[in-house]
């Protein structure tokens, strides 16, 4: 009945009244109302004004799992497309994955969902994805190293979905090419404005100091208007560019950098220097915040193999400070 309702709004140009879908449909205006409440729920962004009706704003970018498979086959390493592992609602993707690889979940599995309603993000805060309004996908790989050549990875796949972004959206402006960044270590970043559009939590499963399971967790801002006063750093693909991406190509792009890039995931000197080019934070000066001590102003100078940023202090002293261990933020906002 809700697909009946869809399909009514989507051939209508005006507002509609409840009492006419009601007389269409066979129903009460308090059921049409009800079901309007679950399309958007589902994502689907419907209007609605007094002694007018409802109005079809935009249709939920809808994340299945048949079209999620075809597209993971057509655009990267095919392997990823045996183990996709989907949810329509799930508490964060990146669970889906822990859960997943403590059952024994291969190499190459992929964690999606079209609404992830408590996700995770770095140092422990909360990620925000509204229902069809972002993407969030998490890979589950079993590499065969060990636990300290893990750091760069997170750095690895924040190069993946900001090249990803920037291939897209190149494709689709008119005007000058979209230039998206990295602020060391993770978070996707639009340019000029320096606010976050995305970010990367990458998790490990240890068994007896070898890695059990490496999870990178992806999440991308990409239709949403409104942000919580909280998330005022935060943005969007459709605020920053007046583009609205589909989920599932941006998925694809990601996964297409991913897959061609992946044999040297733990190799950074293939990709650093792309990823320097990329970084928000070199050259800038930054606070660290690192626990309960006094925020400190450097100067990003660089980014070294092990993922570590290299920074000179106030007294003039290099040093290193690695990811996990402190936040940098610019000196006058969050970039
Ligand atoms: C951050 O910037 O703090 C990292 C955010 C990572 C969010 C993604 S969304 C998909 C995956 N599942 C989660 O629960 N978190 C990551």
């Known amino acids: 009945?809700?697909?009946?309702?869809?399909?009514?709004?989507?051939?209508?140009?005006?507002?509609?009244?409840?009492?006419?879908?009601?007389?269409?449909?066979?129903?009460?205006?308090?059921?049409?109302?009800?079901?309007?409440?679950?399309?958007?729920?589902?994502?689907?962004?419907?209007?609605?004004?007094?002694?007018?009706?409802?109005?079809?704003?935009?249709?939920?970018?809808?994340?299945?799992?048949?079209?999620?498979?075809?597209?993971?086959?057509?655009?990267?390493?095919?392997?990823?497309?045996?183990?996709?592992?989907?949810?329509?609602?799930?508490?964060?993707?990146?669970?889906?994955?822990?859960?997943?690889?403590?059952?024994?979940?291969?190499?190459?599995?992929?964690?999606?969902?079209?609404?992830?309603?408590?996700?995770?993000?770095?140092?422990?805060?909360?990620?925000?994805s509204q229902p069809g309004q972002g993407?969030?996908?998490?890979?589950?790989?079993?590499?065969?190293?060990?636990?300290?050549?893990?750091?760069?990875?997170?750095?690895?796949?924040?190069?993946?979905?900001?090249?990803?972004?920037?291939?897209?959206?190149?494709?689709?402006?008119?005007?000058?090419?979209?230039?998206?960044?990295?602020?060391?270590?993770?978070?996707?970043?639009?340019?000029?404005?320096?606010?976050?559009?995305?970010?990367?939590?990458t998790e490990t499963l240890l068994e007896e100091n070898r890695v059990a399971a490496l999870i990178i967790g992806i999440g991308i801002n990409l239709g949403q208007t409104s942000f919580p006063p909280e998330l005022e750093k935060a943005t969007s693909v459709l605020a920053q560019w007046s583009t609205k991406l589909r989920r599932l190509d941006v998925l694809a792009a990601i996964m297409k950098n991913f897959a061609q890039a992946e044999k040297d995931m733990f190799q950074p000197g293939a990709w650093l220097p792309d990823y320097r080019r990329h970084c928000y934070t070199l050259g800038r000066q930054v606070l660290l915040h690192e626990g309960e001590k006094e925020p400190e102003v450097c100067q990003a100078l660089d980014v070294d193999a092990a993922g570590q940023l290299l920074v000179l202090d106030a007294a003039g002293r290099k040093k290193t400070v690695r990811a996990g261990e402190v936040s940098v933020r610019g000196l006058t906002g969050y970039a």
């Not at 809808?62 to 095919?78: H, Y």
């Open 1 to 128: 009945m809700k697909k009946s309702l869809l399909a009514l709004l989507l051939q209508e140009s005006t507002y509609i009244s409840g009492a006419e879908l009601g007389r269409r449909l066979g129903v009460s205006r308090a059921a049409v109302w009800k079901m309007v409440e679950q399309l958007r729920q589902a994502g689907h962004i419907i209007d609605a004004a007094s002694n007018r009706g409802y109005l079809l704003v935009q249709e939920a970018d809808i994340l299945g799992l048949a079209e999620a498979k075809r597209a993971l086959q057509a655009c990267s390493d095919s392997a990823w497309a045996l183990n996709i592992h989907y949810q329509a609602v799930t508490d964060s993707t990146n669970l889906m994955a822990k859960r997943a690889a403590e059952k024994g979940a291969p190499d190459k599995s992929i964690f999606l969902a079209h609404d992830q309603q408590k996700g995770r993000g770095r140092l422990g805060r909360s990620w925000l």
């Open 135 to 201: 993407l969030a996908f998490s890979l589950l790989l079993r590499p065969k190293t060990s636990p300290e050549n893990l750091a760069p990875v997170t750095l690895f796949a924040g190069l993946m979905a900001a090249r990803a972004l920037e291939c897209l959206l190149a494709g689709l402006q008119k005007e000058g090419s979209p230039e998206v960044a990295i602020k060391w270590p993770n978070d996707i970043i639009a340019v000029p404005g320096g606010q976050k559009l995305g970010g990367i939590l």
